[in-house]
């Protein structure tokens, strides 16, 4: 039998460890293990998004990474956007728009259009569709996600901090 | 699903890597992005004993090298869309990653998997063939280069020997003037394609076809490689509707596409003519007079 490893992870900014077998995807010892449950297993195979987290600020499927990949790499989950119970203002924007239905794609959702903000901060509509091309809203909530994200955009340069 | 259980190892240096993989012997398979080989597991495709992990046997950014872009194995498609050098050297190779999945897909698939991998849907592997390039790899009896015609042999099938591994791949600088497309048909964004073609072309002085390579992907076992029958029909001619339609009708008898789910094998053969034409219509219209040839 394979032995288990210590993974250590700056997890939404606190340390965190977890001993992993090498066939443990980081999806599987974020939920799991760690019980951050805010990262959906849709598809596991890298289709869907909504187990997007970002490695190192980078998004990346949670699902086809194994957790020992992962050891000493910080790691964002959707509720690591957010200050406790104050909402970061892209996740406010979901809110403020119902861009959440059964609320299972939302986590992918609000980290793949974060993410894509931050390195797009003037997108336009077609662009942020472009960009959450790879996430799936199976309720096909799709539009007022598009309007959360773009809504979020156009604050956020009112704001000129995006 | 879940993967199954195996044994991993990371390899911090390609000649580890080989030595890792002869010990590991056939149960052994190499992890590099993971995008295609861990979907494989989770679906219990593949159910490997030992996991290389290469991702720390890293060499660098693509670079240039006396008239050739190499790009280090571990050089992931989001690296290319993004590196200034890439796009500069070779922007045809950009432009294929950026029809690569998804995002994430992009930020940890690498091109080094992506032609050992050598799904004949794979967007790297059309454009490595229709640039000519080639692929470096290491292995134990040391490093050889293989022309990338030589190197996708058929379905998920390489030219790479037990015990190697792809270091690099390599490809001509595209010289100003040299015309280039890359395009493919999906129904959705981020599904394997269901037809690819990859052309790039110099013009004469005249503004007549010097030179054209032309590759469509995703519709046999490996990269077809169409160039001669393009040559055959453009070689000193202008490149215009009626030029181009040609090729794409002899492109489209050249290949026999198998039925998928997407598209059948008869839709997909007609959008090779569609897709061929279109490409060597748009690699022209960059193209510059007089240009790399």
Redesign the interface.
């Known amino acids: ?2 032995a288990r ?1 210590l993974v250590t992870l700056e997890l939404n900014g606190e340390r965190r460890e977890a001993w992993v ?5 980081l999806m ?1 010892v974020l939920r799991d293990d760690l019980g951050f449950t805010e990262v959906k297993y849709g598809c ?4 869907c ?1 909504t187990c ?1 987290v970002l ?1 190192n600020g ?4 949670a ?4 957790a ?2 992962a050891d000493g790499c910080a790691v964002t989950t959707v509720k690591g956007l957010s200050e406790g119970a104050d909402l970061h203002p892209l996740q406010r924007s979901f809110l403020d728009h119902g861009a959440s239905q059964c609320g299972f794609c939302t986590p992918g959702m609000v980290v ?1 259009a974060y ?2 903000v931050r390195e797009h901060p003037r997108a336009g509509r077609e662009e942020i569709r ?2 959450l ?3 799936l809203c199976r309720c096909t909530g799709y539009v007022k996600i598009l309007d959360a994200v773009e809504a979020y955009v156009r604050s956020a340069e009112a704001d000129g901090s995006p | ?8 190892a990371g390899a911090t240096s390609w000649p580890q890597a080989v030595q890792l993989l002869q010990e590991g012997g056939e149960e052994a398979k190499v ?1 590099a992005g ?2 295609s080989l ?2 494989m597991m ?2 219990r495709l593949a159910t490997p004993a030992l ?1 290389i ?1 290469v ?1 720390g046997a890293g060499d660098g950014e693509p670079r240039r090298e006396s008239g050739r872009l190499v790009v280090p194995a571990l050089t992931r498609h ?1 690296t290319l869309q993004r590196s200034v050098v890439v796009r500069d050297a070779c922007p045809i190779l950009a432009e294929a990653a950026s029809w690569i ?5 992009r ?2 698939g690498t091109i080094g998997g992506s032609v050992a991998h050598a799904d004949p849907a794979g967007e790297l592997p059309c454009s490595l063939v229709a640039l000519e390039g080639a692929v470096r790899v290491l292995g134990p009896s040391g490093e050889r280069i293989i022309a990338a015609s030589n190197f996708f042999q058929t379905y998920f099938t390489t030219a790479l020997e037990p015990g190697e591994v792809v270091t690099a791949v390599e490809v001509p600088v595209i010289a100003s003037g040299r015309g280039w497309a890359f395009l493919e048909l999906i129904r ?3 599904d394997f394609a269901l037809v690819e073609a990859a052309a790039l072309i110099d013009l004469d002085d005249a503004g007549q076809c010097a030179r054209v390579r032309l590759t469509v992907g995703a519709v046999g076992e490996r990269p077809v490689d169409l160039s001669d029958e393009a040559g055959a029909v453009l070689q000193n001619g202008s490149i215009d509707e009626a030029s181009a339609a040609e090729v794409g009708r002899r492109a489209s008898a050249a290949v026999d596409p198998p039925d998928a789910v997407h598209g059948s094998g008869a839709y997909r053969r007609e959008m090779v003519a569609v897709y061929v034409r279109r490409a060597l219509l748009a690699a022209a219209a960059r193209a510059g007079r007089g240009g790399a040839a």
Do not use: K
Not at chain 2, 101 to 105: A, P
């Open positions: 039998m394979t490893s077998f090498p066939h443990q995807t599987e596991g195979e890298g289709l998004g997007a490695l980078e998004s990346v499927n699902c086809l990474l194994f020992i990949q793949t993410e894509f472009a960009a091309a790879g996430n | 699903m879940y993967p199954s259980l195996f044994d991993y992890l993971g995008q861990v979907p989770a679906l996991l992990d991702n989001a999945g998804n995002i994430r897909v930020h940890r959705r964004v981020g």
